[in-house]
Nanobody, 120 residues
């Protein structure tokens, strides 16, 4: 069972930056797409970005395109989400996931989430 652990969340002012990290306990070769999603209480989980473990392909939700960058290091089983120019509406619990399918994968594994709060 692959385990994913997110870190890097916190409180940041609007316009600031945060970098989220996701550590996988082992290679997710059978689930070759890593994704970040977010959820606000009372709302459905929202896709944010995805990347293939090869690093050749990236995909972003329109709401974060140009502000967020997803990256991965398959030698370390790590994925990252660099978030710049944060807005209040980016406040959410952010989850990393591993799965199959492109560009929005069907996720097989999930982390526990990390809270991001953007203040005005």
């Amino acid at each position: 069972q692959v385990q994913l652990v997110e870190s890097g969340g916190g409180l940041v002012q609007a316009g600031g930056s945060l970098r989220l990290s996701c550590a996988a306990s082992e290679s997710t070769v059978e689930s070759p797409v890593m994704a970040w999603l977010r959820q606000v209480p009372g709302k459905e989980r929202e896709f944010v970005a995805s990347i293939t473990w090869s690093g050749r392909n990236e995909y972003y939700a329109q709401s974060v395109k140009g502000r967020f960058t997803i990256s991965g290091d398959n030698t370390k089983n790590m994925a990252y989400l660099q978030m710049n120019y944060l807005k209040r509406e980016d406040t959410a619990v952010y989850f990393c996931a591993a799965g199959r399918g492109w560009p929005v994968p069907n996720n097989d594994y999930w982390g526990q989430g990390t809270q991001v709060v953007v203040s005005s």
